[in-house]
């Protein structure tokens, strides 16, 4: 596969396959691993399987994103500074006249990453016959319908696009849009993991792995340790994700010593390491969990 680039200093994926002249040019516009997260990984399985078809030549260019994971929901100058190299670097390609079969892309319309997702979008609009753009979470559906300026704005900058969703209740509501040229029902691979692995620990452990956005579970989570704890058993819960604008999770210096508690609750979010003693329904109110607050914001 050839790999072309429009300019010699941006980073591209080399492969070592020869492409022939009839190959589809596709523009890769879509962070791969590090860091590894739900977006990167299927972002990186795509790239795979494009990079096994004997039709395909790939250009990956990607600027402006988290390093690792605690980068990521964050915003800095070095970011703000590589995104414009990012949108600079799409415009080079524009203005010299490179064009290509495909463009993928992907857009998360919840996150306060959407607006940049939608300028990538619209660029790649400029020099792809086709965008493809591969949604990740809900939210799609608030954006079709919200009235506020961010919202109309990323209307626009999506608009004409061919989307890829994995569930079939997301591609009915956004089909009846007709917002998108195509919409693509593609749900995400995942591997057999195999038997279920017996423990003998004293304790039962559970992990709540992802953003703290309440539509991946993540107070369900919670409500599940609490029963647990009521029934007398003895269990671990650990989160590991960051906050969302829906919920956040603040370490307190107060701490407790209820007694007869048999819960307890770690969080690995954004580098913080707190524990949990006994509450009735931690998911939002901090009067009865001293030590972690999980706040809903308004």
Known sequence: MTLTTSMPSQP???????????ES?????AQLPPPVHGASVV????????SDRDDMAI?????????????????SAAKML?????????AWLFVTGKRYSIAYLTLAPFSHAALRD????????????????????????????????PKR????????AELITITEKVAASVRATNHFTAVHLLPNCAGDPGAPMLSTAPALRCGYLANLDPRKGVLRFL????????????????????????LTMTSSSTTSNAAGSAASLTSSGRSMETRRPNSSRASISSSTCPSVTISRSC
């Open 43 to 50: 972002s990186k399985r795509a790239y795979d399987i494009m």
């Open 82 to 90: 590589a995104f414009a190299r990012f949108l600079m670097t799409l």
């Open 153 to 160: 704005v990323l209307r626009r900058l999506i608009h004409g």
């Open 118 to 149: 939608g300028l990538l979008i619209a660029m790649s609009k400029l020099v792809a016959r086709r965008t493809l753009v591969h949604l990740h979470a809900e939210g799609l559906d608030l954006v079709m319908a919200g009235a506020s300026l």
């Open 25 to 29: 040019k596709v523009l890769f516009l």
């Open 12 to 22: 591209v994926r080399d492969s070592e396959k020869t492409r022939k002249i009839t």
């Open 223 to 246: 409500d599940c340790i609490e029963d647990f704890r009521r029934q007398g058993l003895t269990v671990t819960g650990q989160i590991a994700g960051p906050s969302t604008g829906d």
């Open 59 to 75: 250009t990956h260019v990607w600027l402006g994103g988290a390093v690792t994971l605690q980068d990521v929901g964050q915003k």
